[in-house]
Structure formats: structure tokens, C-alpha cells
């Protein structure tokens, strides 16, 4: 069958599409179910099922993505965008799936020592076809002008030689099958190589979510620290006196003291709290920010152009980053450090507020360098004109300057492979978060 038509004998397939996402890949599905071997192509292949811990079935993928980087960038456009997908545990009539349970991550470095350390990115999908099956979809990214050649850099012996792979050799994708290439293909993909290399990359990045700016916040812990020494002194319940100019009232019970103690052992305590002023401030501040104040992500575009493995560096001057935190954590004692805690003596002493789960290969990071903040991206891939957003509870974006209008933000951008660094810079206004102690109100006293 041609590369550029489908069968015949069933659906035709709408091959002017990414194949990613749920409803396309459910598409390429139904067409391999609907023709079987047929639906084999230059920019499709069909296995019908893999022992996916099998070296062989290592092997089989390898030698697809291998055939698939080694293809001309104008045929591999024609279909697809220039992407390419094999189909695992799907034939004629029926989808059995493999068993659940594949990691992507772990089929990666398998797959690496096949494939060599320049080899470009590529993408693996699922869909569901039982309670323990899956169809598996390994997706090859499309060839470009100025990539090299991609030869394998290990053997494989199989009992079916068409299965085996030789360290050195290189393989193309043919109408319906891979092969090693031939003299004219070798030197088709040595003019590929000569292609000028990749372009330039040209990203649109935006912040989303606000800078923040608030005033006065250290002022505040401070005032709440003294009406709790005050009321603690006075082992008496709380008079509405020294906060008359933080515009609320907060509930007796917060400062409630925790039971009856010897002068001695009061004036201690009263101490040992005292001397850790600072860090029951800096402690408070940011819980009380974190759960108070929303959080902000990352957008970028990458427009044109594939970006493999990228990181990207973000510079947020005179910014502050702090954890972002679940407003239903909003603990007024994590705020306002208690002269004296009183502890359950059932519950185990952790605060899980402050347990932020990161997965492996999270692909954002955070933190503040002196003066200025910085995030880090570190996405599988930035995809031709397809947004690429970060979750906007990972961290708060905080200006330094309560008085700043705006911040400079800049970024710096490598590429995996590619020497080259894009950089940009951006300016994003603040918003003013309006006065603190309506603010503290708003998240500590007015729960339940």
C-alpha cells in the first residue's frame, strides 16, 4: 500500500491531526482494530501484543523509533505532522491490550542503551481496554532539518532476524516494515544532516496568576505576639485593647493558655518563646502568605518549533517565592506562634501543611537567591504551538517592594542537544493585595 493513502478496508483515518490526546489515539485504535495489518505504514506500525519485560520487545520499539527519527523531514510531514506511532497490543477485530503497569520512565532506560544519548524525545500514551489491560502508544517525534543520523548503538539477536538489531546499523521505516537502509536513503539522510541545523526558537512566556504585593505583615505578628504576652501574663480572658487598630477581633480561645503553671515554670517558658521572636515571625509570615495569598504558574509557546527535553530558568528580580499552601491548612498557631502549645497526646506532633508532595521527574522547582526568585522548567517538551502550563499551586509569587507596579522577570532556555541558549525577558505588573489585618481576618478568623 502507498505511503500516503490508508486502507481501504475500513475507516479512513484523519491523518492531518497530532496523534496526542485521548480522542486521537482512541482513533488510531479503532482504525487498527477495523483493518489489522493493513493500517501499516511509514508513519504507523502495529504490534498485536509484547511481553513488555522482554529484551525482545525492547528491541521491536527500539527499532521503530530508531526507523522513525531516520525518516526525510518533507515525506514525514505528509501524515501526522511528521509524528509517528506504533500501536501495542491491538489486531484485526479485537484490542487485548498488554497488562497494566508499564513505566514510561522505566521502558526509557531500557530503551536508552539502544538509542544513544543524542537520540530526541519521545512520548508514550495509553488507553484503557479492561480492568488490567491497556493498548500501549509509543510516539516518535517528527524529523527535522539538520538532525544527524540516528544509527543503533546496541545488538540484539533474535530468532527471527527480522527482529534482530546490529550496534552501528541504520534503520528506516519502509511502506509497512523496517529495514536497514540503502546506499540512496544513507545519503538522503547525510543531506538531511547538511540541513542548516534547527531553527530558532521563538517562545511566547507568560506568568500566570498575580505578583503579589502586601505591606505591614511583620507589623501585624508582631502586634498578635504582644496581646499574647499581654494575655498570658494576665492568665485572664483577652480585653479588646492593644488590636483596636488591626480592624478585627480575634476568638478568646486562640489565646487561650494551656493550663495552670508555677510562676517559675511560666516565666520560663515566657522566656524560651521571647528568644525565638525572629523565627516565630519568619515561620509565621510565611504560612500565614502561603495559605493567604494565591498562586501563580508559567505558560510558554513554543511557536514553530519542537523544543526536546528543555530547561528553562526563570529570574523573578526583587521577588520572593514562597510554598503555596491548601487554604483549608490555615492554622492560626502556625501563624501566631502559642507561648505554650498544647499537644494531643494521641496525635503525633507533624504538620502536614507543610509536607508539599513533589513526584518524581516534577517538572518545576523553586527557590529564592538572595534579592531575586527563581523557577525552573524542566518539561518532557515544549510542542509546536501547543501551550505548555504549570499548575498554579506549586509556589506565591510575592514582590519585595510593596510599593513596585511591576516586576522584570527574565529566562534563560537550553535545548538538549543544541548549543544554543534563547533567553527574553518580560515585565509583569503587581497587584496590591489590599491591608493585612483584613487579609489575616479573612483566613484565620472567619473558618467554620
Same mark, same amino acid.
Given at each position: 500500500? $502507498?505511503?500516503?493513502?490508508v486502507?481501504?478496508?475500513?475507516p479512513?483515518?484523519?491523518?492531518?491531526?497530532?496523534?496526542l490526546?485521548?480522542?486521537?489515539?482512541?482513533? &488510531?485504535l479503532?482504525?487498527? &482494530?477495523a483493518v489489522?495489518?493493513?493500517?501499516?505504514?511509514?508513519?504507523?506500525? /502495529?504490534k498485536?501484543?509484547l511481553?513488555?519485560?522482554s529484551?525482545?520487545?525492547?528491541?521491536?520499539?527500539?527499532?521503530?523509533?530508531?526507523s522513525?527519527?531516520?525518516?526525510?523531514?518533507s515525506?514525514?510531514?505528509?501524515?501526522?505532522?511528521?509524528?509517528?506511532?506504533?500501536?501495542?497490543?491491538?489486531?484485526?477485530?479485537?484490542?487485548?491490550?498488554v497488562?497494566? *503497569? /508499564?513505566?514510561?520512565? +522505566?521502558?526509557?532506560?531500557?530503551?536508552?542503551?539502544?538509542?544513544?544519548?543524542?537520540?530526541?524525545?519521545?512520548?508514550?500514551?495509553?488507553?484503557?481496554?479492561?480492568?488490567?489491560?491497556e493498548?500501549?502508544?509509543?510516539?516518535a517525534?517528527?524529523?527535522k532539518?539538520?538532525?544527524?543520523?540516528? $544509527?543503533c548503538?546496541?545488538?540484539?539477536?533474535?530468532g527471527d532476524?527480522?527482529?534482530?538489531?546490529?550496534?552501528?546499523?541504520?534503520? /528506516?521505516?519502509?511502506?509497512?516494515?523496517?529495514?536497514?537502509?540503502?546506499?540512496?536513503?544513507?545519503?538522503?539522510?547525510?543531506?538531511?544532516?547538511?540541513?542548516?541545523g534547527? $531553527?530558532p526558537?521563538?517562545?511566547e512566556?507568560?506568568?500566570?496568576g498575580?505578583?503579589?504585593? /502586601? #505591606?505591614?505583615v511583620?507589623?501585624l505578628?508582631?502586634?498578635?505576639?504582644d496581646?499574647?504576652?499581654?494575655?498570658?501574663?494576665?492568665?485572664?480572658?483577652?480585653?479588646?485593647?492593644?488590636?483596636?487598630?488591626?480592624?478585627?477581633?480575634?476568638?478568646?480561645?486562640?489565646?487561650?493558655?494551656?493550663?495552670p503553671?508555677s510562676a517559675?515554670?511560666?516565666e520560663k517558658?515566657?522566656v524560651?518563646?521571647?528568644?525565638?521572636?525572629?523565627?516565630?515571625?519568619?515561620?509565621?509570615?510565611?504560612h500565614?502568605?502561603g495559605v493567604?495569598?494565591? *498562586?501563580a504558574g508559567?505558560?510558554?509557546?513554543?511557536?514553530?518549533?519542537?523544543?526536546?527535553?528543555?530547561?528553562?530558568?526563570?529570574?523573578f528580580?526583587?521577588?520572593?517565592?514562597l510554598d503555596?499552601?491548601?487554604? #483549608?491548612d490555615?492554622?492560626?498557631?502556625?501563624?501566631?506562634e502559642?507561648?505554650?502549645r498544647?499537644?494531643?497526646?494521641?496525635? $503525633?506532633?507533624?504538620d502536614?501543611s507543610?509536607?508539599?508532595?513533589?513526584?518524581?521527574?516534577y517538572?518545576?522547582a523553586?527557590?529564592?537567591h538572595?534579592?531575586?526568585a527563581?523557577?525552573?522548567?524542566?518539561?518532557e517538551?515544549?510542542?509546536p504551538?501547543v501551550?505548555?502550563t504549570?499548575?498554579q499551586?506549586?509556589?506565591? &509569587?510575592?514582590?519585595?517592594?510593596?510599593?513596585?507596579?511591576?516586576?522584570?522577570?527574565?529566562?534563560v532556555?537550553?535545548?538538549?542537544?543544541?548549543?544554543?541558549v534563547?533567553? *527574553?525577558?518580560?515585565?509583569v505588573?503587581?497587584? +496590591?493585595?489590599?491591608?493585612v489585618?483584613?487579609?489575616?481576618?479573612?483566613?484565620f478568623?472567619?473558618?467554620?
Amino acid at each position: 500500500m $502507498p505511503d500516503d493513502q490508508v486502507s481501504s478496508l475500513g475507516p479512513a483515518l484523519d491523518t492531518d491531526v497530532i496523534p496526542l490526546g485521548e480522542r486521537t489515539l482512541r482513533s &488510531i485504535l479503532d482504525h487498527v &482494530i477495523a483493518v489489522g495489518d493493513e493500517a501499516e505504514t511509514t508513519y504507523l506500525e /502495529v504490534k498485536s501484543t509484547l511481553d513488555m519485560s522482554s529484551k525482545a520487545a525492547v528491541a521491536k520499539i527500539a527499532k521503530f523509533l530508531l526507523s522513525s527519527a531516520n525518516r526525510r523531514p518533507s515525506e514525514a510531514t505528509r501524515h501526522f505532522h511528521g509524528y509517528a506511532v506504533l500501536v501495542i497490543g491491538a489486531q484485526k477485530d479485537s484490542a487485548v491490550g498488554v497488562p497494566r *503497569g /508499564v513505566e514510561a520512565h +522505566e521502558l526509557e532506560d531500557r530503551l536508552r542503551p539502544y538509542l544513544g544519548p543524542q537520540f530526541p524525545a519521545f512520548e508514550f500514551g495509553r488507553l484503557s481496554v479492561g480492568s488490567e489491560s491497556e493498548v500501549l502508544f509509543v510516539i516518535a517525534q517528527p524529523p527535522k532539518d539538520g538532525q544527524s543520523i540516528f $544509527p543503533c548503538h546496541k545488538s540484539f539477536e533474535s530468532g527471527d532476524r527480522r527482529d534482530s538489531l546490529q550496534d552501528g546499523a541504520i534503520y /528506516v521505516r519502509g511502506t509497512s516494515n523496517t529495514r536497514p537502509a540503502r546506499s540512496g536513503e544513507v545519503l538522503a539522510l547525510v543531506e538531511r544532516a547538511r540541513g542548516g541545523g534547527k $531553527p530558532p526558537i521563538k517562545l511566547e512566556v507568560e506568568v500566570l496568576g498575580p505578583v503579589c504585593r /502586601v #505591606d505591614h505583615v511583620e507589623e501585624l505578628l508582631e502586634t498578635l505576639r504582644d496581646y499574647q504576652e499581654e494575655q498570658f501574663g494576665k492568665q485572664s480572658q483577652p480585653t479588646k485593647d492593644r488590636l483596636g487598630s488591626t480592624s478585627f477581633w480575634p476568638a478568646s480561645s486562640v489565646f487561650a493558655s494551656p493550663g495552670p503553671l508555677s510562676a517559675q515554670e511560666r516565666e520560663k517558658a515566657l522566656v524560651a518563646w521571647q528568644s525565638r521572636k525572629a523565627e516565630h515571625i519568619a515561620k509565621g509570615r510565611e504560612h500565614f502568605l502561603g495559605v493567604g495569598l494565591p *498562586g501563580a504558574g508559567i505558560r510558554v509557546v513554543s511557536h514553530g518549533r519542537f523544543v526536546a527535553k528543555p530547561q528553562m530558568v526563570l529570574t523573578f528580580h526583587g521577588c520572593e517565592l514562597l510554598d503555596h499552601l491548601d487554604p #483549608d491548612d490555615a492554622d492560626f498557631k502556625e501563624a501566631v506562634e502559642p507561648v505554650l502549645r498544647t499537644h494531643d497526646p494521641f496525635q $503525633p506532633n507533624i504538620d502536614y501543611s507543610v509536607l508539599r508532595s513533589v513526584s518524581r521527574g516534577y517538572p518545576v522547582a523553586w527557590s529564592n537567591h538572595g534579592e531575586n526568585a527563581e523557577v525552573v522548567l524542566t518539561p518532557e517538551s515544549f510542542r509546536p504551538n501547543v501551550p505548555w502550563t504549570s499548575d498554579q499551586d506549586d509556589y506565591v &509569587i510575592l514582590s519585595r517592594n510593596p510599593h513596585a507596579n511591576a516586576v522584570e522577570v527574565s529566562w534563560v532556555l537550553t535545548e538538549d542537544g543544541n548549543d544554543a541558549v534563547t533567553s *527574553g525577558e518580560l515585565r509583569v505588573p503587581t497587584r +496590591e493585595i489590599g491591608d493585612v489585618a483584613d487579609l489575616f481576618k479573612s483566613v484565620f478568623l472567619s473558618k467554620g
